[in-house]
């Protein structure tokens, strides 16, 4: 059976896609709407993990080495293209031709190439025809996953050529000004990793004691630069060029070793798992530290 317990989806939705898994069904056009940003973008890995993964049991196994590279977020098959308000550009139309192209690159490992574009509803019609041109005869091997609040936002040729999954009711995306604070400290953290001792860090994670809310949202983002870096490390420069921190990520990439940024990863995935278990906040903060000056060798 998947595993959905760290997503909010509701039942019918979950079962709809578990049936479609089981019977190797899944289309090649995934839409995701409804529900939060940070769910849709949990679901969507999910489901990339289920099209690289190659076991013969249930999928995805998590235990393969096509999910664990997946779950580090380098899988040689698998691209994201993460949108942003105020940096759009992974979805700009250059972008999404570059896609084009490079859905016709065979598989290197698994049996799937597997392209996830997250929010969607930023993309302009110049790029979302372009898409459109690869939907409608893409290579047997090719999948996509799209994320958007609703997908009114997407053309109806887009619509017609994928399958809708809604994950429920849409809960409301956080303000500008949180948005623009969450990827400040982020920044932050980014370049405390890199500096020569632990204070750095611990200055920065202190904004977290005055907004504990912070915390997941600043370590989902945190994870993206992280997996920028590995992607960076290992020869995808040009991609990483259209995130929003592009330059913290290609700083990372430089400063550590693909172990050392493996580990990073690690550490906010298990900081994430002790926030759903309601951890205790100070000790959760004095371990966030702690872990992350370890990976980063301080």
Do not use: W
């Amino acid at each position: 059976m998947m595993n959905f317990s760290d997503i909010q989806i509701n039942q019918t939705t979950a079962q709809l896609i578990e049936s479609a898994v089981a019977a190797n069904h899944l289309p090649h056009a995934v839409i995701l709407e409804g529900g939060s940003e940070a769910d849709r973008l949990k679901l969507a890995r999910l489901l990339a993990r289920t099209f690289l993964c190659r076991s013969e049991g249930n999928r995805p196994c998590g235990e393969c080495a096509d999910c664990r590279k997946a779950l580090c977020g380098f899988h040689p098959d698998s691209t994201e293209c993460i949108a942003q308000a105020g940096s759009t550009d992974a979805l700009k139309v250059d972008a999404i031709r570059q896609i084009r192209t490079d859905a016709f690159v065979f598989p290197n490992e698994a049996n799937h190439r597997v392209f996830l574009l997250h929010n969607m509803q930023l993309s302009n019609e110049a790029a979302q025809n372009a898409l459109l041109k690869i939907l409608e005869e893409p290579p047997e091997y090719v999948r996509f996953l799209l994320t958007c609040p609703t997908s009114t936002a997407l053309l109806p040729t887009i619509l017609s050529r994928a399958c809708t999954y809604n994950l429920g009711q849409q809960v409301d995306d956080n303000s500008d000004e949180t948005n623009e604070k969450i990827l400040e400290i982020t920044q932050q953290i980014a370049v405390a990793l890199g500096a020569p001792n632990e204070f750095d860090l611990m200055k920065v994670t202190g904004a977290f004691e005055k907004d504990f809310t912070l915390l997941s949202p600043v370590l989902n983002k945190l994870q993206l630069v992280l997996r920028d870096a590995l992607v960076a490390k290992n020869g995808g420069e040009r991609q990483v060029m259209l995130s929003a921190c592009s330059r913290e990520a290609l700083t990372l990439a430089r400063r550590f070793t693909t172990a050392r940024l493996l580990e990073m990863i690690r550490v906010t995935n298990e900081m994430q798992a002790a926030i759903n278990l309601n951890a205790n906040h100070n000790l959760l903060l004095t371990r966030l530290c702690s872990l992350l000056s370890t990976a980063a060798g301080k």
